[in-house]
T-cell receptor, first 112, second 113 residues
């Protein structure tokens, strides 16, 4: 059972480039979220989804897009990378609200 | 709005010492409360949770009690081990049906032999 799978694990981008961070879960979870982790700031919510076709903004959505065409996948798109987006990104899923969230291993992104 | 505040780290303890990591929260309604742990180079794992006032969550010797009167969810362990060295995050899930988590800033624990 793979759980939550994120790809890639590491990525270096140049300012202005675009890319998609992939997230897939095989637990049939309805709820999925993207967070970024920065030193001293904990994890901050970027976007979240309560089911296929439904997404909403979190605390720090600017510069990121998401879509949820299937229950399994929740990709995060960086439209035009900026150095301020250098961070570690985590995808998470949960079966229901208030239940345990399962996290991927993270993607370490550096924008130069 | 919803927020979580944790004690600042790093916390350095000797093996077998008593651990407390303070966590307080601000939320409307009745949130659920969680402690997650992150080992070096890994994602977060659920350590324990509590879904209503006066509930006690426990796992692997760690405990935390949901105190609505003091809006707190402090993490405790009676005797820490070197293997407990990690970053600990307090988090809340708001009353609304969204699956969102609001995290504190994390507390790094280092346990020395």
């Amino acid at each position: 059972n793979a759980g939550v799978t994120q790809t890639p694990k590491f990525q270096v981008l140049k300012t202005g480039q675009s890319m998609t961070l992939q997230c897939a879960q095989d637990m049939n979870h309805e709820y999925m979220s993207w967070y970024r982790q920065d030193p001293g700031m904990g994890l901050r919510l970027i976007h979240y989804s309560v089911g296929a076709g439904i997404t909403d903004q979190g605390e720090v959505p600017n510069g990121y897009n998401v879509s949820r065409s299937t229950t399994e996948d929740f990709p995060l798109r960086l439209l035009s990378a900026a150095p301020s987006q250098t961070s570690v990104y985590f995808c998470a899923s949960s079966l229901q609200w208030r239940t345990e969230a399962f996290f991927g291993q993270g993607t370490r992104l550096t924008v130069v | 709005g919803n927020s979580v505040t944790q004690m600042e780290g790093p916390v350095t303890l000797s093996e077998e010492a008593f651990l407390t990591i303070n966590c307080t929260y601000t939320a409307t309604g009745y949130p659920s409360l969680f402690w997650y742990v992150q080992y070096p180079g890994e994602g977060l794992q659920l350590l324990l949770k509590a879904t209503k006032a006066d509930d006690k969550g426990s796992n692997k010797g760690f405990e935390a009690t949901y105190r609505k009167e003091t809006t707190s969810f402090h993490l405790e362990k009676g005797s820490v081990q070197v293997s407990d060295s990690a970053v600990y995050f307090c988090a809340l899930s708001p009353s609304s049906n969204t699956g969102k988590l609001i995290f504190g800033q994390g507390t790094t624990l280092q346990v020395k032999p």
